[in-house]
């Protein structure tokens, strides 16, 4: 999964509640495109390029994993869904709500649908004053100087006052944040590897991932599980175990907390079902002396999706060992990873079903999903 990106969008306003606008499309932005990491000052500057209201200007900064050409596309339904009226004359117009992306890092992009950077924001100083709050030590990835240098050089067209109200920056504190470790657990293909990912990138967390692709019997078991199912889950277990005892050990100093998409625990779930009886007895008693040497999450969290989901995923992401598998198999998994949190006294956990929920591609379904975790009492 590529990490988030910064854009710098901006927000303007000339007709009805010029305020209340601004505030609706910040919030909209951070529900729909990203989490907002800078607001600007609001400026209020005459209206560019025709006889209009004064515009209400500003600026902010958007963390966001979707492409350039995607968040166009979101700002404009924003803009619609605001009450801006489109016309198909060149001139400059008044405008309800008027969202344009200046920058993205380091993207540059031509065509017919979007130039970025913005190709006027070095001639306007309603854009540049707003974005200088905010960016002033950014480079123009096509100019080479920070964006106080273009302002520096600029003549400004008109007076320009900030105004006493300010826009707030949308969002809250969420549960996991009080915690030191988090394990996200989940069937084959429910999306524990997105969500620990997408977590340790929003919120400066260290990440664990299961290193299942390293293993050689993975692709060997799914064609002959009887042959390698011990092979794999020993080879599992010994490297889940060393895996957790080394980055659980000590905790990064740069980081808030850890997250990890896995626990140790599903090495036990997934022997159950595939081993032998004589064979599992023995695992049994080697998982237990490794599991008590290891440290316990803080929130155990349970991604559920349901059966015909979850085949959907598998296929999409293309994993060709993975494709064969059966729902049989999967349902068994998952009553047993069921019957596992049933049996916990000790661990908080939370099985949260996102069966309904597509939190990769849909910035709403991840912020509900973020609204149901639970803060755990530690």
């Known amino acids: 999964m590529e990490p988030p990106k910064l854009v710098y969008i901006a927000l303007g306003s000339n ?39 004064a515009f209400l200007n500003a600026c902010i900064a958007v963390s966001s994993r979707f492409s350039a050409e995607k968040i166009l596309d979101k700002l404009l339904q924003i803009e619609d869904e605001s ?24 993207t540059v992009i031509t065509s017919k649908k979007l130039i970025l950077p913005h ?45 006493e109200a300010q826009l707030e920056i949308p969002g809250k504190k969420y549960a996991f944040t009080s915690c030191n470790y988090i394990a996200v657990e989940g069937n084959i293909g429910a999306g524990k590897t997105s969500f620990s990912t997408m977590i340790s990138q929003d919120f400066n967390a260290k990440l664990v991932l299961e290193r299942f692709k390293d293993n ?10 009887e042959r390698y ?30 997250i990890s998409d896995y626990d140790v625990f599903k090495s036990l779930i997934f022997a159950k079902i595939t081993l032998q009886e004589d064979e599992y007895a023995l695992y049994h008693k080697l998982f237990h002396l490794m599991y008590k040497e290891l440290v316990k999450p803080d929130l155990y969290i349970y991604l559920y999706q349901n ?72």
């Open 15 to 53: 007709l009805g509640n010029r305020f209340a606008l601004l505030e609706q499309g910040v919030r909209r932005i951070y529900r729909e495109i990203g989490a907002v990491k800078a607001v600007s000052k609001i400026y209020e500057t005459p209206a560019w390029g025709f006889e209009g209201n």
């Open 83 to 106: 009450g801006r009226v489109r016309s198909d004359a060149k001139n400059y117009q008044n405008r309800s709500l008027d969202l344009d992306i200046l920058m993205m890092e380091d």
């Open 119 to 163: 190709p006027h924001l070095q001639k306007r100083d309603f854009v540049l004053l707003p974005l200088n709050d905010i960016a002033a030590h950014e480079i123009h990835p096509e100019f080479k100087v920070s964006i106080a240098h273009l302002l520096e050089r600029l003549k400004p067209f008109g007076e320009i006052n900030a105004i």
């Open 216 to 225: 050689p019997f993975l692709p060997k078991f799914y064609e002959n599980k």
């Open 229 to 258: 199912a011990f092979p794999l889950e020993m080879s599992f277990l010994a490297d889940r175990y060393q895996q957790l005892s080394d980055d659980l050990a000590q905790y990064d100093l740069f980081s808030d907390f850890i």
């Open 307 to 378: 059966t015909d989901r979850l085949l959907e995923n598998i296929k999409n992401r293309g994993r060709e060992y993975e494709q064969n598998i059966q729902a049989d198999y999967l349902m068994q998994i998952n009553q047993s990873y069921l019957s596992f949190i049933k049996a916990q006294t000790k661990l908080k956990v939370q099985v949260i079903d996102i069966s309904e929920k597509d939190f990769v591609n849909n910035r709403k379904d991840y912020l509900s999903l973020l609204e149901e975790i639970k803060a755990p009492r530690i």
